[in-house]
Structure formats: structure tokens, C-alpha cells
């Protein structure tokens, strides 16, 4: 094999190599933010008027125990959350009435936190960076796996209408928003991206409009 | 500038002699230009494309082989939202569609015993088309083998050393599945050809 043959297999290799199945990922955590709704056709959200929402954010932790409180989110973002919630449906037209005023509609804000662990592993720019679950069990010798956590989040919006309630069937869900990413940066950053994505569940939920 | 054209030109000028029952081979570099629902979903060209091809001359003027390629296509959709039914969703997008492809091919080469040689083929065989969508912490993936038919046409160009330059421009024309509708793209690729 002539050297310029050879220059050309090794060029062509290179290029195969450092080529990756996916050339570009998300820079930033709030790239990892999404906003999604859904709500029941079968009410007519004009009907209602008016709403009520607690003045805490739940924490869902699993089942509780008979007489046992649900942990809160702390004030810090949960006086930020509340707020946001009745700012958003005192622009769409809802007039917020308290608890015991027999309100149309319930906002409940609640909250789900996850610790994730995964492995990885790098090649040194050699092989790229390949995910386990991409399917690929191997590593080129002596580089192994390396460990990372994360911390994701959801707070859960939803909206229920106390005179369907039943103390033995499942309650209807009238909408639902639900804002999910990472739960890492400061304290500020993430409230910052909770506000701008409680805007965005009622922007893109305009049917809610009174 | 003329003392780079001019070796260049010398490489020219020779045909290439070739041999009854000759083995090629090729490594090329390609672009890729979806179209159909591949272009729906991946509306970008990619630059990111490797493929490698044996050819057996059966004389002269007919050749039958094997091409296999990868080809990376990858589109950042901004944020935006999407709504199907009653339920939307907003995010950033990142598609990605790894197209592997592996066809058996017969070609037809023109001009024979000239530096430039056009071809035109056909080719049959399989395209692993893995579709990825990652949107926030979530990944939707499939991943169909699919039937695949490969014309193809192009020129070879000749080098007094025996090897071959090769402009090629292929068309990779998959057939719907169950799993996912019919996946195609052109592929426009340069080629460094040896025998042994």
C-alpha cells in the first residue's frame, strides 16, 4: 500500500471515528425544560369562574400512612409557585375566591423530586461519549465507566372541580400541567425557569380563558 | 498556481488498464439530502457521511458489489410547542436520524479505456434507519430495517497510478414499514478507488 493510499484510508477512518450518532446535545439545564398540558373536551371551562388554590405546594413522596401530613415544598419556592398560579388565572379571567367559598374550580400544585445516578463512559475523545442505554455494554480498555448524578424534578398543576368529589372514585382531572427538567443550579436560577414555565403551561393552554 | 495544476494533470492522461475479474474497492465521504419523511423530520442536509464499496469487474464495462454507508442527520428544533389532540407539549428538540445502509449493486461503466468514466448502477438491500427525538430529559426512539433500492450514477476518474477519484450521487430509497414511513435521501459523495 502506497503512502498516499495509506494517508487516505487513515483520514477517511479518522473522519468515521470522531463522526458521532449525536453530533450535538443540550449546552444548558433550562434546554432540558418542558412544559406539557392536557386537559378534559368535556367541560366547557367558560362555565366556571371561579378558583381556589392552596397556599402550599405538596410534595409527593408515595403512600402515606394513616394521619400522616404530606411534606411541602419550602416557602421559598412555594410562596413563588402559589403566586404564579393565581397570577396566570387572574390574567385568563378567574376570580379567586377562598377554600370555603365553594370555589368552580381547585389548582393544586404539587411536587415531584428525583435522584438519578448513571454511568458513562469516556474515551478519552477516542470513542466519544456512549450512554449505557444506548445499548453499547462495552469500553475500550482502559478507560472506565465514570459516575454522575442528577436531581429532576416535576411540579404537577392540577385542576379539579370539588362538586365532582367522591370519596370512592377516581377524582376527574379538568387540566392538567405538568413542568418537567433538572433540578440543579442556584436556588434563583430555578425559580427563574419554575416562573417562566408556569407562564408557559397557561400560555399554551388558552381554551382556559374566561 | 500552476505548479499545482500541473502534477496534477500529470496524474491524468493514463488509463487505466484494467484487468478482467478485477477487485475494487472504495472509501468515500458523502453528503446526505433527505427527502420524503426523512426531510419532514430532518429538514437539514448532513455533512456527516462514510461509506465503503467493493466492486467486481465482471469484464470490461459491468461490475457487481457491495456498498455499506453511515450517514448522521441531525436537526435543532428551537423551542417551540407542539399540540396533538388536547394535550401540547413545549421544548427544544434535538432529531437525529443514523441511516446505515447496506446494498448489493451492478454497475454499468461507459468510455472504456478513457481517464473519465461515466457509470450508472442499481443496487438492492437493507437501510437500519434508527430515528432518535430527544426532547428535555425524555428520548423517543425507532429504530425500522427497511427494504432499499439504490441507483446510482457517477464518474470515475482516472490517475496514472491506477486508482481512481469518484463523484457519485446516490439515491437511497427506502420502503415503509410498519414502524416508520418510507425513509430516503440523496447521497452526493467523493470516492478514493484502489484495486489490489
Partial sequence: MNRSLRNVLLLMTGVALFSSCYPDQPDNIDEYDIVYTNYSPTYDFKAFNTFAVPDSVVIITGDLAEGEQPAKVSPEFGDQIVGRIRQNMDRLGWTEVAPTENPDVLVLPSAVKTLNVDAYYYGGGYWGWYYPYYGYGWYYP??????????TGSLILTMIAPDD???????????????????????????TRMTTNIDQAFKQSEYLQQ | MLR???????????????????????????????VG???DYINEPSFRGFNFGYRYMLDENR??????????????KDLATYTEGTSSITGIQYRYTNAFTA????????????????????????????????MGLYRLERDPWQFMLQPEAGVSLYMRNGNAVILSANYYLGFKTKELEAQSFLGIGIAYAFSD
Avoid at chain 2, 448489493?104 to 443496487?123: A, H, N
Fill in chain 2, 63 to 76: 461490475a457487481i458489489g457491495l456498498d455499506m454507508g453511515w450517514q448522521t442527520f441531525y436537526e435543532l
Fill in chain 1, 165 to 191: 368529589l367522591s370519596p370512592t372514585e377516581n377524582q376527574p382531572v379538568l387540566w392538567v400541567g405538568v413542568l418537567n427538567g433538572l433540578l440543579e443550579g442556584s436556588d434563583a436560577s430555578i425559580i
Fill in chain 2, 4 to 34: 499545482y495544476v500541473l502534477p496534477f494533470s500529470l496524474l491524468l492522461g493514463a488509463p487505466f488498464v484494467s484487468k478482467a475479474q478485477q477487485n475494487i474497492y472504495m472509501l468515500e465521504y458523502s453528503m446526505g439530502f433527505p
Fill in chain 2, 103 to 134: 446494498s448489493v449493486q451492478i454497475d454499468q461503466v461507459f468510455s472504456e479505456g478513457k481517464d473519465l468514466r461515466p457509470f450508472i448502477g442499481i443496487g438492492a438491500g437493507t437501510s437500519y434507519m434508527r430515528r432518535t427525538l430527544d
Fill in chain 2, 37 to 39: 419523511d426523512l426531510n
Fill in chain 1, 142 to 151: 482502559g478507560y472506565y465507566p465514570t459516575y454522575t448524578s442528577y436531581t
